[in-house]
Structure formats: C-alpha cells, structure tokens
C-alpha cells in the first residue's frame, strides 16, 4: 500500500514557474514507476509525465515536452515535476500515481493502469 500527497500546487502568471512535490509512504518507493497526470474542468485525466523506479526512463506528453522535468528522490520518497514556461492551458488539478509494474511507451501513459493516486494539487495559470 502506498499513499500519495501532492503539494506545490498555486496560482502563477504564464511564462512562470512551479515545482510540484509528491510524497509517498511506505517503505517500497524505490520499486514504483510514478506519473503524473492533470485533468482540467469537464476534461479527460491526461497523461503529463512518468519516470521509472530507478530514475533512468522518462517520459512526457508532447504538450509539457521541453518545459516539464520529471525528477525522484528515493532517500526522500518523493517525486517532483518542475514546471516551466506555464501557459494557461497547463491550468488544471495535477495528481501523482505510482505503478508497481513496469512499463514502457504507451503503457506508462495510461491512467487506469496505475494503481495509486493522490487526492490532487490544482495549478492555476493566468494569462
């Protein structure tokens, strides 16, 4: 069992910057993929970024491509998303999830295929 909290979240201008924090529990950390997903007002939850239990394989949405960075700390159970350049469609509540298979290309982007969540941080980008 792993539990999630997401923390970071806030309003900034476009062309602005946040990081994003995910904490986790448990003891088994190390041996989850994380991701991290958004979902807008009355939108699908969509696939922004996921990174590997290690570290070494990143992924990302084309649209964050460039200004998004996926990070993790396994002494500190935490993943980050660091969030540059943020334009107002980036708007949205962000969650972490963590995966406790492997995955690669598309079956890293899918959400049901994830098996823990956190409760979500919104972002909010003015413009």
């Known amino acids: 069992q792993v539990q999630l909290v997401e923390s970071g979240g806030g309003f900034v201008q476009a062309g602005g910057s946040l990081r994003l924090s995910c904490a986790a529990s448990?003891?088994?950390?190390?041996?989850?993929?994380m991701g991290w997903f958004r979902q807008a007002p009355g939108k699908e939850r969509d696939f922004v970024a996921h990174?590997?239990?290690?570290?070494?394989?990143?992924y990302y949405a084309d649209s964050v491509k460039g200004r998004f960075t996926i990070s993790r700390d396994n002494t500190k159970n935490t993943v980050y998303l660091q969030m540059n350049s943020l334009k107002p469609e980036d708007t949205a509540v962000y969650y972490c999830?963590?995966?406790?298979?492997?995955?690669?290309?598309?079956?890293?982007?899918?959400?049901?295929?994830?098996?823990?969540w956190g409760q979500g941080t919104q972002v909010t980008v003015s413009s």
């Open positions: 448990g003891r088994t950390f190390s041996s989850y993929a």
């Open positions: 990174i590997s239990w290690s570290g070494g394989h990143t």
């Open positions: 999830a963590a995966k406790n298979s492997v995955c690669s290309g598309y079956g890293c982007y899918v959400a049901h295929l994830y098996d823990y």
